[in-house]
């Protein structure tokens, strides 16, 4: 059986308008991933989503999805694909069971098997309750729920997740994020493209980095992740900080008399720095990572590229 | 092969049912009106200015008119339809539902299409029922009535569904039957047989396809038309080849629909 859930070779898009929006990109997502697909606005992210779903035509390139060429069997291909849209796009004036069983319906599921699965996809995602409500009365959360039921009513090999908790309070993004694990780790590839850098952190396997239609990293998460040679932290410290404080080699600055930031080689270990403080009879109080790590890697790819 | 015929069978009953909920739930904005409407030309041009104008070729002013008005309510509202239908869900990105699943271009016209004669033909039914207390209502050959009228209602669903692959606004979609359907249709001969007209007006009367349709279907319900039936067909399924063909094309081209 082939391992690639998705293989895309020289992709390239170029809009009527002159914009060249994809410079041949290649990718290939492993069976069972989950791949962050991350760049800043405009990179192109959408645009390889669009092409991989069809909803915008490639200007050259060869995709293929569990081995199918979608230029050749685009029927098969995308029985494969689910896919939650970066923007909310249901028929408001559908029940929401309705929007469900008609995508199923869409995917040749029959009504009769699609109506079981529906129940069961909206108990999960706590919207059973509102199964005959119209979909304009549902929360902005709730909204999001219900494009990955819908996405997920025909069980896709592959879930295309386009910004799905863009908007989302926390609690809904939390939600979402165990519901997506659950999902991978029972043997769907997701690939997933967000701005919450935290959440490609928390969730994804690998990575690819696009930025002006170009991949500029793609690897593993744990192999990115490494190249950070220095991480940042806020102390907050119960005794006042003095002005003329010597951490040791330690690149730090103060923001007030009880905050400071400091930079921590990757080599080296926090304890010590904590230790020091200590010894200058300065008590951390507590401490967190002034950005994160994902964060830290991606602001300095994207703007290495754009310098 | 198989598994991809049972994909679209089932895809294109879910669309079919998907427009005719659409259409019967606002039934108050669909079903209604063309009652009223008919009513109101039963009235005025059938009894009030009908009763002065007499009878033409053997029937009454509303009887004769009465095939034309059938006919302009079930190609309006299967226009009206498809139009609708596909232009919303453009605008409100739910077609994207559509293009994303495996569905067939083809599957999705016939679906829309079929969803939009659904409508035309109900809203005849309902056109009928209330001729029946204005109307005296004769079937000359029930068989051609309803091709006619079927044909009819697939031809403008089909115009529809164009208009609203190339609609890139709401006043868009009403191009067609504001500067063509309208026009059309009154100089169709609706309310007059171009045998009524003087000369150089019946020969461009001619050049009107919607005259066909008013006459095949008048010769259908009255057995009286002012053209031939076999050349109406013709014209009738000419125009409709053609717009399957042009809707396909543009499908197949993503016009309005894919970038």
Not at chain 1, 25 to 30: G, M, N
Not at chain 1, 114 to 121: D, R
Not at chain 2, 61 to 66: E, M, N, P, V
Not at chain 2, 240 to 245: I, K
Request: proline share 3%.
């Amino acid at each position: 059986m082939n391992s690639s859930a998705l293989v895309i070779n020289n992709l390239t898009k170029t809009y009527s308008n002159g914009h060249k929006a994809l410079h041949g990109i290649d990718l290939d997502i492993q069976h069972g991933d989950f791949f962050a697909l991350l760049g800043p606005n405009g990179a192109g992210k959408s645009t390889t989503i669009g092409i991989i779903t069809s909803l915008i035509k490639k200007t050259s390139g060869d995709i293929s999805i569990y081995g199918i060429d979608i230029d050749k069997n685009f029927v098969k291909a995308k029985t494969y694909i689910g896919l939650v849209p970066q923007e909310i796009n249901f028929n408001t004036f559908e029940p929401i069971s309705e929007i469900i069983t008609n995508q199923a319906g869409y995917y040749g599921v029959p009504r009769n098997i699609a109506t079981p699965e529906a129940e069961m996809l909206l108990k999960k995602l706590d919207l059973w309750d509102k199964k005959d409500q119209f979909s304009r009365n549902l929360s902005g959360g709730m909204q999001r729920r219900l494009m990955v039921a819908r996405a997920l009513i025909h069980k896709p090999k592959l879930l295309i997740l386009d910004e799905p908790t863009a908007g989302a309070d926390v609690e809904v993004r939390r939600l979402m994020w165990d519901y997506l694990k659950q999902l991978n780790d029972s043997g769907t590839t997701i690939i997933l493209t967000t701005h919450y850098l935290e959440e490609a952190e928390n969730l994804c396997k690998n990575i690819a980095i696009i930025d002006d239609g170009k991949i500029l990293e793609n690897s593993s998460m744990r192999t990115f992740l490494s190249k950070l040679k220095n991480e940042k932290f806020i102390l907050y410290t119960e005794d006042k900080i003095p002005r003329d404080l010597n951490l040791n080699g330690h690149h730090f600055s103060l923001i007030d008399d009880n905050t400071i930031e400091v930079s921590v080689s990757i080599d080296s270990n926090i304890n010590s720095l904590i230790h020091d403080l200590s010894i200058k009879n300065i008590k951390v109080k507590s401490l967190k990572n002034k950005t994160g790590r994902l964060e830290e890697l991606f602001m300095r790819l994207v703007d290495k590229n754009g310098k | 092969m198989e598994n991809n015929r049972n994909i679209q069978i089932t895809a294109y009953k879910t669309i079919v049912r998907k427009e005719v909920l659409r259409f019967s739930r606002i039934w108050k904005q669909t079903l209604i009106p063309p009652i009223i409407t008919n009513i109101l030309y039963f009235i005025i041009f059938g009894n009030l200015i009908g009763e002065r104008i007499g009878q033409i070729e053997a029937y009454n002013y509303t009887d004769f008119i009465f095939p034309g008005l059938l006919l302009m309510s079930v190609i309006t509202h299967s226009y009206t339809n498809t139009v609708s239908s596909l232009y919303i869900s453009k605008y409100h990105r739910y077609i994207e539902e559509l293009l994303v699943s495996p569905i067939q271009n083809y599957t999705i016209l016939a679906g829309f299409i079929t969803g939009g004669v659904i409508r035309g033909l109900s809203v005849g039914i309902v056109v009928i029922l209330a001729a029946q207390f204005f109307v005296t209502f004769t079937v000359h050959n029930i068989l051609l009535m309803l091709i006619i009228i079927t044909l009819s209602s697939t031809l403008f669903a089909m115009c529809g569904f164009l208009n609203g692959l190339f609609a890139n606004d709401w006043d868009d979609i009403n191009i067609i039957p504001t500067f063509i359907m309208t026009p059309l249709t009154y100089l169709g001969g609706i309310f007059f047989s171009i045998s009524m007209l003087p000369g150089v007006w019946q020969d461009l009367a001619l050049l009107n396809p919607i005259l066909y349709l008013i006459n095949a279907l008048r010769f259908s319900m009255l057995g009286i038309t002012d053209v031939s039936i076999m050349f109406s067909l013709f014209i009738i399924l000419l125009f409709n080849a053609a717009l399957v063909s042009f809707c396909l094309y543009f499908l197949n081209a993503g016009k309005g629909l894919r970038t």
